[in-house]
């Protein structure tokens, strides 16, 4: 065990702790507990609400599945990454200003509130909860099993006892805290990701003598690790175009980053938002991925891509360092569980419990119930976690895209479409879910259909069917 490299680690973990105190200290003494709860009272600022966007979305993919297809593809790779730099600008420039007012107007704490009242259906609100439910689960135990990794490979640790550690982190300060303090410690969180990732980048450039040098080194190896196609070619334009769909606008759709747009306290905090978001998710994007394709030369031969950004640090900087470093992916994991964590819990306690099975619930109740549900998920997860079935695995492949294909244009054309009715809405969702998983079947079998990502034929066959179902049944003019 290197003490040099866990003394970081744990001061991270306590100042993540001191956070979720001081969040819970705020919820107690402010009015309206599930608008505090699971919506932060909608204060947050520019700044909160930028790093809250870019944390939640930068996951363990961006710290270390990400960087590690890099060092494999290349520059390719880097290139297809970039298309993820514009995700908080369209989440917050097409969902805006009209979200947050009609949120407010329906008095809506969770997306699915928005999706009930904008459509008058319980059965919109239903199937919307039972997708966030089971993806959004799935995804979860998926991450949380990559924090356990994370922290096993740092300490030696057994699996168990990493993961313990990584779930109690978590628990603590989204129960007691609720989405304040999920989006004070993705500040805190985000700020820890920019700082290492430009020491990390550093680290990398002296230890492989400068960029001209490990340029020359890849040349050598194999050109075509710095071309757009990848090292053996196969990123197409039209592959790497579709996957813009997935990472970028795609991302309107998914509950998670839908929730925040809601959350912030005015236009100028939105505005401040839309340019630190995207100016720290191009830094972070752009420079992770080059520290995957620069360790290449540094540290050729790595064959488990998830291992590269551990292994360089350890490389190339002193223990403290890289133990300072390393909580970046460590909060680039806990800042994406933790958003689910509590969407999970709202989707249950707000859209289930109290839509349909006590509204009359005192506030009390609400409040006992809610952080009594936060934490048994996140025991459940826990124990999903150790030794995570097949089914959760399945499901967790399907968890972002086919949420991006089922709530797209519910959302979008809810909002801006006044043709759009639930008969649509429902035709969407289930042509979304359903396309989606059957096309990743085919894709598997016989390679990507019409050359594009998976997400990219399900997104339209969503907008065909909401359209249709739409006008096709009880066409009215809905009054915003």
């Not at 744990?10 to 505090?36: D, H, N, R, T, W």
């Not at 699971?38 to 520019?46: D, I, M, P, W």
């Not at 904008?118 to 099993?145: C, D, E, G």
């Not at 952080?371 to 025991?379: K, Q």
């Amino acid at each position: 065990m290197n003490i040099q490299v866990i003394i970081p680690l744990v001061i991270f973990l306590v100042a993540i702790f001191v956070v979720g105190f001081v969040a819970s200290k705020q919820m107690s003494s402010s009015g309206g507990f599930l608008q505090e709860y699971f919506l932060g009272g909608r204060e947050l600022g520019g700044f909160v609400l930028a790093m809250t966007m870019v944390a939640t979305y930068g996951s363990a993919s961006s710290f270390l599945g990400g960087p590690g297809t890099a060092y494999t593809v290349g520059f390719g790779w880097i290139l297809l990454a970039m298309t993820q730099v514009v995700t908080g600008y369209f989440v917050l420039l097409i969902l805006g200003k009209k979200f947050a007012i009609l949120g407010r107007k329906y008095n809506a704490v969770t997306m699915i509130d928005f999706l009930k009242a904008r459509y008058n259906s319980p059965a919109v609100a239903i199937l919307s909860a039972i997708a966030i439910i089971i993806f959004l689960f799935s995804a979860m135990t998926a991450q949380w099993v990559g924090g356990g990794r994370l922290i096993e490979s740092l300490t030696g640790l057994e699996y168990t006892s990493a993961l313990f550690i990584f779930a109690i982190s978590v628990l603590v300060y989204v129960t007691i805290g609720g989405f304040r303090a999920v989006a004070l410690t993705d500040a805190v969180q985000g700020a820890i990701m920019v700082v290492g990732t430009l020491v990390l980048l550093i680290g990398v450039i002296i230890a492989g003598g400068g960029v001209p040098a490990i340029m020359q080194d890849l040349l050598n190896e194999n050109p075509r690790l710095v071309t757009p196609f990848g090292a053996d070619g196969t990123l197409t334009a039209a592959y790497v175009s579709s996957f813009w769909i997935l990472v970028g606008v795609g991302v309107v759709g998914l509950p998670q980053m839908a929730v925040r747009a809601m959350s912030y306290k005015s236009s100028r905090a939105m505005h401040r938002a839309l340019v630190i978001g995207t100016i720290v998710t191009g830094f972070i994007m752009l420079n992770m991925h080059l520290i995957g394709v620069f360790a290449r030369p540094i540290l050729p031969g790595i064959d488990v891509g998830d291992k590269v950004i551990p292994l360089i640090a350890l490389e190339v900087l002193p223990p403290w360092l890289a133990g300072i470093v390393l909580a970046a992916p460590m909060a680039a994991i806990m800042s994406t569980v933790d958003s689910l964590l509590l969407l999970v819990s709202s989707a249950i306690v707000k859209d289930v419990y109290l839509n349909f099975i006590k509204p009359e619930a005192t506030e009390r109740r609400v409040k006992q119930i809610s952080f009594g549900v936060t934490g048994i998920l996140g025991i459940i997860v826990f124990l999903l976690a150790i030794q995570p079935p097949d089914l959760l695995i399945f499901l967790n492949l399907f968890a972002f895209g086919g949420l991006e294909a089922a709530f797209i244009w519910p959302v979008v054309l809810g909002l801006y479409w006044k043709y759009g009715n639930k008969y649509g809405a429902i035709l969407s969702m289930i042509t979304g879910i359903v396309s989606y998983i059957a096309i990743h079947f085919y894709n598997n079998a016989y390679g990507n259909l019409l050359g594009v990502h998976t997400v990219t034929i399900p997104v339209v066959l969503s907008l065909l069917a909401y359209i249709i179902g739409s006008l096709a049944i009880q066409r009215k003019a809905f009054q915003f």
